[in-house]
């Protein structure tokens, strides 16, 4: 399994943007698929984006597609979450997340079953 570490997280106004990092660890990152999870405080963990270990393939939740960027730098073995135009009902820890060879055709809520390794969080803030 690999290690994963957020960051980037923190407070920000409404209509403003963060972007959050995930750095993996170990040669073989790169054949993992990673996805991004959030969970605002007494809510479920949803599905936020993800994108396939080939980096053919983003899959995005409804509520963020338009807004947020997932994006990789294999040679730095980091993912990345740009958040642009961030509301007040995006605040929530971020979690990424990590698939050996995830190769699904759709991800959502119930992909988190089937990640092989988490990160700690990161907490974004969004104020009105």
């Known amino acids: 399994q690999v290690q994963l570490v957020e960051s980037g997280g923190g407070l920000v106004q409404a209509g403003g943007s963060l972007r959050l990092s995930c750095e993996g660890s170990?040669?073989?990152?790169?054949?993992?698929?990673v996805a991004w999870f959030r969970q605002a405080p007494g809510k479920e963990r949803e599905f936020v984006a993800a994108?396939?270990?080939?980096?053919?393939?983003?899959y995005y939740a409804d509520s963020v597609k338009g807004r947020f960027t997932i994006s990789k730098d294999n040679a730095k073995n980091t993912r990345y979450l740009q958040m642009n135009s961030l509301k007040p009902e995006d605040t929530a820890v971020y979690y990424c997340?990590?698939?050996?060879?995830?190769?699904?055709?759709?991800?959502?809520?119930?992909?988190?079953?089937?990640?092989?390794?988490w990160g700690k969080g990161t907490l974004v803030t969004v104020s009105s």
């Open positions: 994108i396939s270990w080939t980096g053919g393939s983003t």
């Open positions: 997340a990590a698939e050996r060879l995830g190769s699904s055709s759709r991800y959502g809520d119930d992909s988190q079953y089937n990640m092989d390794s």
């Open positions: 170990g040669r073989t990152f790169n054949t993992y698929t």
